[in-house]
């Protein structure tokens, strides 16, 4: 026995770890190795299971809505929640009839503690609520809909106080039709679509900030779940910081030293009411990142995604870097610059359409 610790003991001192020692001793027992293989694969299977703890404190903390002391975000959240609608309710097809009892009260409650609060009064998304206030109370006036007067009244006390109109955010509107130039050469977006790769090879160039904030701008009409816009940008060009983010991030080997702009993407859990929507931060976050990565191709730049599939301890550490409120969910980094010149990017073919578009009759 002291000889096979004077064995185990001179191991160690070659620099072998009990592990790899272990590792070497089952490894010539068959079954008990190959045992060993699938325990360590299952318990490493569970152990991943523990990142789904910091989903479930996320969604308890930030996806609720208290009756009371909401934080802006929210309450910018839920009035955009509750005033789309009665927007939706204006536009619905067949015969006219009463709706919108509760949300035209909810929108004025909101716009009540909005006043508290001594918010900007001109935000577009308190004076989007005004005017659908406006908007739904000439509805139910010129249709003679509230003829028992459960809201009439109300709205109208309330809009005798606040009289602003904002015509430009009139409520609804007709579709606006596509220009014709585009409407007939639809090739201008397959290309668009069919040239966009994702780059790995960028030039020194700054990237022009007016560009960036212009495609911001055109990612912000992605539709999102009742129009809550949950959706943020941090745009990093420090290279320190630039640097640290990307070292938390396992995809940017290589290439990530000669990335110009980085683009931190998120979406606010607190736009969201409760458990039910917990997949809603994605989803809205994926649609808004697609626009954003458009509208920056048709400016010539060149973007590539860098997802965010990390342990719980790299994003505490990416909120060390940046100031992210702890309702934000980070849904991609993303690189931003002007190609190369002739920059090579993988052909990454695309499976059949047969097996993605399923008819169902």
């Not at 802006?72 to 609608?85: A, D, G, I, R, V």
């Not at 809201?151 to 609804?172: C, E, G, K, M």
């Not at 940046?322 to 309702?327: F, G, H, I, Q």
Request: hydrophobic share 40%.
């Amino acid at each position: 026995m002291n000889g096979h610790f004077m064995k185990l003991y001179t191991a160690v001192n070659q620099n072998m770890t009990m592990r790899q020692i272990l590792k070497q001793k089952l490894s010539t027992f068959p079954i008990v190795w190959s045992t060993y293989q699938v325990v360590k694969v299952q318990v490493k299977r569970l152990w991943l299971l523990t990142y789904f703890l910091r989903d479930i404190i996320n969604v308890y903390r930030n996806m609720y809505w208290p009756l009371h002391l909401k934080s802006n975000s929210q309450l910018t959240s839920e009035l955009l929640f509750q005033f789309h609608k009665i927007e939706k309710g204006l536009v619905m097809p067949g015969p006219r009839r009463f709706f919108g009892q509760e949300p035209a009260r909810a929108v004025i409650n909101l716009l009540n503690a909005w006043d508290l609060k001594g918010l900007p009064l001109g935000d577009p998304v308190y004076l989007g609520a005004l005017e659908t206030l406006h908007a739904y109370k000439e509805r139910l006036q010129s249709e003679s809909l509230d003829k028992d007067d459960k809201v009439l009244s109300y709205v109208q006390s309330f809009l005798i106080n606040h009289p602003t109109r904002t015509r430009l955010l009139a409520t609804p509107h007709q579709l606006v039709s596509m220009n014709s130039d585009i409407a007939s050469n639809p090739h201008r977006f397959d290309e668009l679509v069919s040239i966009r790769r994702s780059v790995r090879s960028f030039t020194s160039m700054e990237v022009p900030r007016e560009i960036i904030k212009h495609a911001v701008g055109l990612a912000q009409l992605s539709p999102s779940a009742c129009n809550r816009q949950p959706c943020r940008v941090y745009l990093i060009t420090d290279d320190i910081k630039k640097n640290a983010l990307l070292a938390l991030q396992n995809g940017n080997n290589g290439f990530g030293h000669s990335i110009p702009a980085l683009a931190v993407i998120t979406s606010d859990s607190a736009a969201f009411f409760d458990a039910s929507e917990r997949h809603e931060p994605y989803v809205d976050g994926g649609l808004f990142s697609m626009t954003l990565m458009y509208a920056l191709s048709a400016h010539g730049l060149a973007t590539c995604c860098l997802n965010w599939c990390v342990s719980p301890d790299k994003d505490v550490a990416l909120r060390n870097i940046l100031p992210l409120a702890d309702s934000e969910v980070v849904i991609m980094l993303m690189a931003i610059g002007y190609p190369e010149p002739n920059v090579l990017v993988p052909r990454s073919p695309r499976k059949s359409t047969d097996n993605v578009l399923i008819e169902v009759f």
